[in-house]
């Protein structure tokens, strides 16, 4: 059995991707694909993390070497391939701010 994969320092690429459609603390409508969640810190890691308050969708996401590969970049572009490839018909994935409100997913 492969060793579990684990979140690179700094990457933050699944909180910043995908598009959420559930309330987080500070973004009550979700995010947009393509926008940093307001719960990032200086760093890059999730300042909900272990907490209640932290959206099921978020702890759901686990590091995959499939997802992450070697690089933020390639983390980047499989989660955004993913975003559009789920997204409702019609829908606006991949597009940041504005554009994107009220088409996230949760």
């Given at each position: ?5 684990l979140?690179?320092?700094g990457?933050?690429a699944?909180?910043?991707a995908?598009?959420?459609?559930s309330?987080?603390p500070g ?6 694909a ?5 719960q ?7 300042r909900?993390f272990?907490?209640?308050?932290r ?9 995959a ?5 070697s690089?933020r970049?390639?983390?980047m572009?499989?989660l955004a391939?993913l ?6 018909a ?15 997913r949760?």
């Amino acid at each position: 059995m492969p060793a579990p994969t684990l979140c690179r320092p700094g990457c933050a690429a699944c909180c910043i991707a995908p598009s959420i459609s559930s309330p987080i603390p500070g973004m009550p409508q979700g995010k947009p694909a393509g926008v940093p969640c307001v719960q990032l810190d200086a760093d890059g890691r999730c300042r909900l993390f272990g907490h209640p308050s932290r959206p099921a969708v978020c702890s759901g996401l686990q590091p995959a070497a499939e997802m992450c590969g070697s690089s933020r970049a390639h983390a980047m572009q499989w989660l955004a391939r993913l975003e559009i490839a789920t997204a409702p018909a019609g829908g606006s994935a991949g597009q940041p701010a504005a554009a994107a409100t009220g088409s996230a997913r949760g």
